[in-house]
């Protein structure tokens, strides 16, 4: 039998102090809270840090709608994806200043969300998940007052040439990361287009592209990839749902739909953007601008401009007029006829019926979340699961 001297109190006291200290340095070495639920498919974290990487959205593959509006002090964001059991974060990223060649981090507060997650699997989900969840955000707004979402757009109407490279031999960033590039580095809505011209952007989700609204107190931005260039417009609506908004206004194409109008399923919209055949989100633009006055009055109002276009309306036979728009794809286009997309629109309404969760990969579509930012003080208010019942409120101080 061996034996050992009994130890003495110092020595327990000091062991049990390192031990305390052990703990506390461990919990303070973790860079974000662990996830709070506030309601079912929405969590809030903080993250002091975390691990950019300009290739997160290469696993992604997803599309998504979505709208978004600029009026006065707000902005407001409906991030449409389809009715899946996947949970929603808010997250408050903190400012970081290291004196490393990236420069300064600002302070944001933002959406996100990890695809592959389930609403019961987040207290399962790793730590490296989580560590990198930031790199997929979806809308914000940074201590700048600097606001950025993105949407998709249709990339088959420019023979996809929009997911390779907007300006070769700069720095990479997949599409995915640009909003939580902008949020993190932007001065200021300018800065911020700045700083994309100075990169090279490729992807989307699946085979669509992206394009972004940017904006601050002063002006808002439509930032689209086109012909492998970086085009930006500070003069646009303020409006921005599924298709380019910046187009190729002086093409043939162009001056012949100006001549023309367009028509879009038996329907012709005046004073539009141009729009290409696969355009999505025709008739919700056009609901958002016929509406927009009532967006910048409030984050009240925003909230309630955005539910006019929450995406469930779009399986409802009594809303008019019906959104042919949302069904573009494979052999229909928005000059096809409305009853072209009886037989898809059926299917989809079925499907809406169903509210079955675990319908995969075609579910129905609904808007997940709504959020209002406001400028002057730098808050979100959110309102989730198209409930608009009732809201949360987050500020970034």
């Known amino acids: 039998m061996t034996w050992h001297k009994p130890k003495s109190r110092a020595h327990v006291v000091m062991s049990a102090l390192l031990l305390v200290l052990m703990l506390a340095v461990s919990a303070q070495a973790s860079p974000f809270t662990a996830p709070k639920k506030l309601a079912d498919y929405l969590y809030y974290m903080e993250y002091t840090d975390y691990v950019p990487d300009l290739t997160t959205g290469e696993q992604v593959k997803t599309g998504f709608a979505c709208s978004a509006v600029r009026n006065g002090n707000f902005y407001g964001r409906n991030l449409d994806l389809d009715y899946a059991d996947v949970p929603e974060f808010v997250i ?5 200043d290291d004196g490393s060649p990236a420069g300064r981090r600002y302070a944001s507060i933002g959406m996100a ?39 998709v757009a249709p990339a088959v109407d420019l023979d996809f040439a929009t997911l390779l490279s907007t300006n070769y031999g700069k720095p990479r960033i997949h599409a995915v990361s640009v909003v939580r590039y902008v949020l993190d580095h932007a001065k200021s809505a300018a800065h911020g287009v700045e700083l994309l011209k100075d990169m090279d952007i490729y992807g989307g989700y699946g085979s669509w592209g992206l394009h972004w609204m940017l904006s601050d107190e002063k002006e808002t931005y439509i930032i689209e990839c086109i012909d492998g260039e970086l085009v930006a417009r500070n003069d646009t609506d303020n409006i921005m749902t599924n298709f380019y908004v910046n187009y190729a206004p002086n093409t043939p194409y162009a001056k012949h739909i100006a001549q023309t109008g367009q028509t879009v399923a038996g329907k012709v919209y005046e004073g539009f953007p141009i729009l290409t055949p696969s355009a999505c989100g025709v008739e919700r633009y056009a609901i958002l601008k016929e509406h927009y006055a009532e967006g910048g009055k409030s984050a009240e109002g925003m909230s309630h401009l955005m539910e006019r276009v929450k995406y469930t309306q779009s399986y409802e036979a009594d809303t008019n007029p019906f959104w042919y728009t949302e069904f573009t794809g494979g052999n229909l286009t928005i000059a096809n006829a409305p009853m072209d ?3 898809v629109i059926q299917y989809s309404i079925d499907t809406y019926k169903l509210h079955d969760r675990s319908i995969q990969p075609n579910n129905f579509w609904q808007t997940w979340h709504t959020a209002v930012y406001d400028f002057a003080n730098r ?6 699961q198209e409930d608009y019942t009732k809201h949360y409120d987050f500020k970034l101080d």
């Open 341 to 343: 997309f009886k037989s």
């Open 92 to 96: 408050k990223v903190a400012a970081k």
């Open 113 to 151: 969300a990890i695809l592959t997650l389930k609403s019961g699997q987040v207290d399962k989900v790793s730590e490296a998940e989580l560590l990198a969840m930031p790199n997929l955000t979806f809308d914000g707004i940074n201590e700048n007052g600097v606001a950025m979402n993105c949407n």
């Open 379 to 384: 808050t979100l208010r959110l309102n989730i």
